[in-house]
Structure formats: structure tokens, C-alpha cells
């Protein structure tokens, strides 16, 4: 009984996370990171300042940070589905906890109740540090890593008992997924420095196949905090080498998760059409971003199907992985 509400509690926060995840991607696409210049409240409110009185309250006390209030309902709903996440965390790791005589998984409930935690501070630090490229790229991680370890939870405590991937797949399976989360950091490194733009066309990065480009500066990751992130400190020729090796980094796991879906569908799993119509569905969705200059819709999609694409590669791994138990 148990094992049963705690599923019910991993699928609501599944749920959570997905809707965590988008938001924060649309939030960061429509420049609202920093929509309220204080963490947790706004501009000391615990809501979005409506009256006249409250908004020169709140430029008051915020002169260098004009009330924008589209972006500040943006971040601040933001702000309230993640701590909504968190509190029912807490919530699944305390049932695990009382519960744990009878057979379920504790370690992984209380480490992602850690690990949310972890990803209130990083929100925090996101606005303090002035959107500072290394905590948005990290935060963005954490929410991936927070969606994808609900989604082990969920498997673990017997969702999806009929999907099946092979033991045969277990090495690559491990390498897509190895090479698909250095390919959603570095899509973090790109949102984060502002980088989706730096080479206006496809397949050629200003009609070269091999621009100039600045590696040292794009992947300097212990430059200091600058004033303020908002738009990008970056000079052109280091953000093309972030583009760019984006670009070599989405032709991996193109070459690698593909060869993955290939060999599901071969040894009959159902999971292969999943993994392959993922990546496809993806890689447009990266080409439209530079073909269509970065349409919103566009760019919220492509960050939703990555965190699905992940899932399902963490699908393919946990089964490919008791299936090898098994045998």
C-alpha cells in the first residue's frame, strides 16, 4: 500500500518537475530571470506589486530595478510551482522514511529532498549573483536531475513494468545518456551566455563551416561575476565556440542515441520508437531555433523535449540494467 502512494506521489511530482522545467526555460527565454531583484519575495513582496503604492514602495526600495511586472508574474509563478515541488518532496521523502520496514526505496526520496533543496539555494543565488552563467547552467542541471530521479523513483516502485529494453544494449545505453547530459549542459552554457544566435544559419556558422571562434573565453568557467548577466558579457567570438561546439555535441548524440534507437527497434523494444522519434522531434526543433531566430514557442519546446528525451534514456537504462540482473 505504501509503495503504491508513494508512486502516486512520484507521478504528481513528475508532473511538478515537467512544468518547473518548462517554466524556468521560458522564464530565462523571455528575460524574467531577474523579474523580482530579490529572492524569495519580490521587491520585498511575497506577491508581484499591484498598487500604485506598493510599486513606489518597491522602487523605492529597487531604484536600479524598475517594476516590470510581466516578467516579475513570470518569475515569481516560477518561484511558487518550485516551492510547491519541494514541499511535496518533503512530503514523499517523510512517507519513505516511516514507511521503510516495508521494502521501499529511502535513499533516493531523501537525497532528492537534498537535492531540491540544493536547487532552492542555486534560485536564490541565480538572482543574487545577476543571472552569473555558472549557477544558471547549474541550476538548470539540478532541475533536469531533479525530473530524472523522480522519474527512477517512479520506476523503481513499478511504473511502466512493461516496457523492455534489452541486457545487449546496457553499454551504449550508458554512453547516449553519458553524452546527452554533456549536451544539455552545454545547451545550459548556450541559454545562459546567451549564445542560441551567435551563428545566424545551418548547417554553416556565417557561411563557414569552421568560423572564428574563441574557446578559451566561450568556455572560461571561472570568469568572474560581473555586474549584471542579463543579455551576455560575451564577445561574438566566444559565444560562436559555444554555439559551435553545441552544434558538434547535438551531431554525438544524433550519431550515438540514434545507433541506440536503431538497435532498440532491432531487438524488438517498443522503447526504440520512443528514443528515435525524441531525437528527431529535438534536433528539428534546435534547427528551427536558429532557422526561425529563436520563435519562443520554438525554444520552450526544445528545452521540454531534451527533459523528455532524458527520460527516456533513463527508461532505457534502468531496464537494460535489471534485465541484466536478470539473466
Known amino acids: 500500500m505504501a509503495s503504491k502512494t508513494l508512486l502516486l506521489m512520484s507521478k504528481i511530482a513528475i508532473a511538478m518537475a515537467i512544468v ?25 513582496f511575497l ?26 508574474w513570470w518569475e515569481m509563478v516560477h518561484r511558487y510551482f518550485a516551492a510547491a515541488l519541494g514541499a511535496l518532496l518533503l512530503a514523499l521523502a517523510f512517507v519513505a522514511v516511516r514507511r521503510r520496514d516495508e521494502g521501499i526505496p529511502v535513499k533516493l526520496p531523501v537525497f532528492l529532498l537534498a ?34 530521479l523522480l ?24 554512453a547516449g545518456l553519458v553524452v546527452l547530459v ?12 546567451y549564445a542560441a544566435l551567435a551563428c545566424p544559419d545551418f548547417p554553416t556558422c556565417h557561411g563557414e563551416w569552421l568560423p572564428d571562434m574563441n574557446l578559451a573565453d566561450g568556455f572560461n568557467v571561472m570568469q568572474s561575476v560581473g555586474p549584471n548577466y542579463l543579455g551576455g558579457l560575451m564577445e561574438s567570438d566566444a559565444r560562436v565556440a559555444i554555439q559551435v561546439a553545441h552544434r558538434i555535441g547535438a551531431l554525438v548524440v544524433l550519431l550515438l ?50 527533459a523528455l528525451l532524458l527520460l527516456a534514456m533513463v527508461t532505457v537504462n534502468y531496464r537494460a540494467a535489471l534485465g541484466s540482473r536478470l539473466r
Open 20 to 44: 518547473v522545467v518548462v517554466l524556468g526555460a521560458y522564464t530565462r527565454l523571455v528575460d524574467a530571470g531577474l523579474g523580482c531583484p530579490d529572492w524569495p519575495g519580490c521587491y520585498g
Open 47 to 72: 506577491v508581484v506589486p499591484q498598487s500604485a503604492a506598493d510599486i513606489a514602495l518597491a522602487t523605492q526600495r529597487f531604484p536600479d530595478a524598475p517594476v516590470e511586472q510581466d516578467k516579475a
Open 115 to 148: 537535492l531540491v533543496i540544493l536547487q532552492g539555494a542555486f534560485g536564490a543565488w541565480t538572482v543574487t549573483l545577476k543571472l552569473w552563467p555558472q549557477v544558471v547552467t547549474a541550476h538548470l542541471l539540478g532541475g533536469f536531475a531533479t525530473l530524472s
Open 151 to 174: 522519474w527512477l523513483l517512479a520506476l523503481r516502485l513499478g511504473m511502466g513494468r512493461g516496457w523492455h529494453a534489452p541486457a545487449e544494449v546496457k553499454r551504449i545505453a550508458a
Open 182 to 193: 554533456v549536451q544539455i549542459a552545454l545547451g545550459g552554457w548556450v541559454s545562459s551566455n
Open 257 to 306: 542515441v540514434g545507433w541506440l534507437g536503431v538497435r532498440l527497434l532491432r531487438l524488438s523494444s517498443p522503447l526504440g520508437w520512443a528514443v528515435l522519434g525524441l531525437l528527431g522531434l529535438q534536433l528539428l526543433l534546435g534547427v528551427l531555433n536558429v532557422v526561425l531566430v529563436l520563435p519562443l514557442g520554438n525554444a520552450t519546446a526544445h528545452n521540454a523535449v531534451g
